[in-house]
């Protein structure tokens, strides 16, 4: 059933769009906290226990997806948002440079690299896609390391800058109609971007096919049962409505990975690198979006402070256990 709310078209899903079962609220009258898009919705979670994904209710209809993100972006926004707080910029700066004394100390600069490469530095290189793969960043530092890169993605600017950055192939349809060679790659990589699609079954049924035997499809994305979501609850910022549209857990990753015929599946959790999240989800507790952050603002003293304790606790957490972790990332073979 489709239906238009405030200029997006929309598709009610009363029931896991993913099994099918029964599920609940989670949280509602929730809007677009970063940029623009128009409309309110809802989280609801899963009931079934093989399942409990959480999914954004209603979500875009399929070819409205893309009024989420650029259309929405007003540029004429940027002035109204720019403000220079000398006292936040004081504090942001000593805060980072502790933490990274701290991080330090934690041994958290060794973890930051292995997730900067998701975990692959140590794979022979061979043929790489990343999906949803931006301007080109990680593919260039893949294909520095001796891989042969392609990507895929979406936004038709971001795709030519990629291309310009790599000299790769980069494709801007889905995954599921470019019909690519069955058994290509040796690896597929997916940083936040799972949590994007509205099918995900089919993505990593996908991923499943063209991947060589053996092959690692190697994906990152926020954890709903971490600590960021369970501090913060509706004012988590991995919420991201309307643009996160499926989030997971260990158990539901797991699941969607052994459903495409993936095995030997790892999960581990990031516990380098939260600061964004902390600090975005703590502007969004105290001023009800962070919008400010991606028009040339910064977060407030207080925001910035707490953010470090948070990170703190993060770590001593997802020591005792990591499915504590803020962010999950996951490697499977075929
Ligand atoms: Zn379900």
Not at 139 to 167: C, Q, R, S, Y
Not at 170 to 193: F, G, P, Q
Not at 292 to 319: A, D, E, M, R
Request: one cysteine or more; charged letters at 25%.
């Amino acid at each position: 059933m489709s239906e238009n709310i405030n200029q997006i078209a929309v598709e009610n899903f009363e029931k896991c769009p993913l099994c099918g079962g029964e599920t609940i609220l989670l949280y509602s009258d929730l809007e677009d906290r970063v940029f623009e898009a128009n409309g309110k919705f809802t989280f609801r979670k899963c009931l079934n226990p093989d399942c409990t994904v959480w999914y954004l209710n209603p979500m875009p209809a399929d070819d409205e997806i893309y009024k989420c993100y650029k259309t929405y972006y007003t540029h004429d926004e940027q002035k109204k948002y720019k403000t220079i707080r000398p006292l936040s910029l004081l504090t942001r700066a000593i805060c980072k440079s502790n933490m990274s004394i701290i991080e330090k100390c934690l041994g958290l600069k060794k973890e930051l690299h292995f997730f900067r490469y998701m975990g692959l530095q140590q794979n022979n290189p061979g043929k790489l896609l990343e999906i949803g793969c931006g301007n080109g960043k990680k593919l260039l530092m893949f294909k520095e390391l001796g891989w042969d890169v392609e990507g895929i993605e979406p936004d038709k600017h971001a795709a030519e800058m990629a291309k310009n950055k790599t000299g790769a192939v980069i494709y801007t349809d889905s995954i599921e109609k470019l019909n690519l060679e069955a058994d290509k790659y040796d690896a597929i990589i997916m940083h936040h971007v799972v949590e994007h699609f509205k099918y995900p079954t089919r993505i990593l049924n996908e991923c499943f096919r063209v991947l060589k035997k053996k092959g690692t499809l190697v994906l990152g994305t926020p954890n709903c049962d971490g600590y960021g979501s369970k501090k913060f609850g509706a004012d988590w910022f991995a919420l991201e409505p309307p643009r996160h549209l499926i989030l997971f857990n260990n158990k539901s990753l797991t699941k969607l990975a052994l459903t495409a015929g993936f095995r030997e599946i790892i999960i581990k959790p990031k516990i380098s690198g939260q600061r964004w999240l902390f600090e975005t989800s703590e502007e969004i507790s105290s001023k009800g979006d962070c919008k400010h952050l991606y028009h040339g603002g910064i977060s407030s003293p207080k925001s910035i402070i707490k953010s470090v304790f948070y990170q703190l606790k993060h770590y001593q957490l997802t020591q005792a256990d990591p499915a504590m972790g803020n962010e999950i990332y996951m490697w499977c073979t075929k």
